[in-house]
């Protein structure tokens, strides 16, 4: 069992939180077809994710990229998981340590990050520039292609005598995984768990999530369910 006093939870923010891609909608929305080229060759790992978020960037509208109400008014329409908050209060009320961590445009999960009042490590807008930057990226890592080095905060929590638990779906989280003591998986970084050989606990919701982490307050337990 873990003791949440010494606990760090990494929550993904696209696709784990939100229902779906926050950029990915923004893209469909506003990006002309040759985005979705480059969001495939990212998954294959032919280039990182600082570079595929770059190149999409650079796809949308000057105008758009101008218009900060436009933007996030694009991408409040991505609905989020309904059991966020109740599994980001109850963890906070057992003791742990909860952020989120994003690689991608940023002002989505900061917006959502600020509302739940808890940290978010993730890239972000100059909105007076309209230039992407990425104030997370660590050059010292091994792969340092990453917007947002989501293993850093990983090793930061474990050199501090935290056990880490990540909660994610997709191919920025992979990493992650690897270092996690913990992972609860689904969609993309499920499948990839399952062939590489990395324990995870699948799940579909955050109220799965919650249930696992917490099952004295949801009286079920899915701890055991571990791939």
Not at 34 to 41: F, H, P, Q, R, T
Not at 192 to 206: I, K
């Amino acid at each position: 069992m873990l003791d949440f006093a010494r606990t760090s939870v990494f929550l993904d923010f696209d696709g784990t939180i939100s229902d779906v891609d926050t950029g990915v909608h923004l893209m469909e929305r506003l990006g002309p077809p040759e985005w979705e080229a480059i969001g495939d060759a990212y998954r294959r790992g032919e280039i990182g994710s600082r570079e595929c978020l770059l190149d999409e960037w650079d796809l949308l509208p000057a105008d758009a990229k101008a218009d900060e109400a436009q933007l996030r008014s694009i991408v409040r329409e991505v609905p989020t998981d309904p059991a966020t908050r109740p599994l980001v209060d109850a963890l906070r009320a057992a003791g742990a340590e909860v952020v989120v961590v994003s690689d991608g445009f940023g002002f989505p999960a900061d917006e959502v990050a600020g509302d739940l009042g808890i940290p978010v490590i993730t890239n972000a807008v100059d909105w007076t520039s309209g230039r992407l930057e990425f104030p997370n990226e660590d050059r010292c890592c091994a792969c340092s292609s990453c917007g947002t080095c989501k293993q850093a905060p990983i090793k930061d929590a474990r050199h501090r005598g935290r056990s880490a638990v990540l909660i994610g779906d997709g191919t920025s989280d992979r990493k992650a995984a690897l270092l996690a003591d913990v992972v609860f998986a689904k969609a993309g970084l499920a499948a990839w768990c399952a062939r590489n050989g990395v324990p995870f606990v699948a799940f579909e919701t955050l109220a799965d999530v919650h249930a696992a982490l917490l099952p004295s307050s949801t009286g079920a337990d899915l701890m055991g369910d571990t791939t």
